[in-house]
């Protein structure tokens, strides 16, 4: 009687844990999105359940014309496999099909997303306006659509490049407060002055790297440069980097 008892509680608990791998496998086997952009390849769209952005390849079959704003409709297949980037990737063998739910969804797009989606840091355009033993001028032109509003902070660091090809920050003065000369114009343009004479001194022959960043971290710059033994100065392209 007792083996009966625990073979039927054996047999409820496997149909338990079937059916609940069966209503799992039915909830991930869709998403509804909101299209953000549309490609003639892929859609990258914004989940309504968590806000999740992902990046997904339209299958090869498709026949509809997607834009922005749509509200939409993912089929997986039994053995899709979702890639955890940033967004997340979804490939055309992963996807059964596409269907359009809504020519407008009711939900709207944060502008974060739309941030998030359409800057590059190609659009990101940075000027050396003057470079000197004891300072840096530099001019930020964010060229993006979707640009955020913001800020210099007056954070700021100058490394000297050492015999192993790394680099470390200059000794300098923390009794004096770093401060930087900030212009910002009506296009959004910023044009910025760094002046280190009194942190980290005139800087003598070297390998050096500046870097500086946002108030909220949404660019990272980083100018290389060099000064040989008579002072003159040479600098590569200025590089940049969006973070989200």
Partial sequence: MKNKRKILIIILL?????????FIRIDNSNMRGVVIKAEEKSLTIMDVRDEG???????ENNKLQFKQGQEILVYF???????????????????????????K???????????????????????IDELSLTGISITIN??????????HSNAYIVSKKESNGSYNE???????????????????????????????????SGEYQFKTSTSDHY??????????????????KPKCGLIF
Avoid at 80 to 102: C, F, M, S, V, W
Avoid at 105 to 127: A, C, F, G, M, Q
Avoid at 219 to 236: C, L, M, P, Q, R
């Fill in 14 to 22: 496997i149909t338990i844990c079937a059916l609940g791998y069966i």
């Fill in 142 to 151: 964010d060229t993006n659509e979707f640009k955020r509003e913001y800020e």
């Fill in 105 to 127: 969804s009711n939900v709207e797009i944060p502008r974060k997303k739309l941030e998030r989606v359409y800057s590059t840091d190609e659009k990101v355009l940075i000027t």
């Fill in 219 to 236: 660019i990272n710059i980083f100018i290389d440069f060099s000064i040989d033994e008579n002072g003159k100065i040479t600098y590569s």
């Fill in 53 to 59: 952005l992902y990046y997904v390849f339209i299958p």
């Fill in 77 to 103: 297949n039994d053995y899709a496999i979702i890639e955890q980037t940033n967004p997340a990737i979804i490939g055309t063998e992963d996807i059964e099909k596409i269907r359009i739910l809504k020519e």
């Fill in 170 to 204: 200059l000794e300098k003065n923390t009794n004096i407060k770093t401060t930087i000369n900030s212009v910002i114009d009506n296009k959004g343009t910023i044009r910025n002055t760094y002046n280190w004479e009194n942190i980290y001194g005139k800087l003598d």
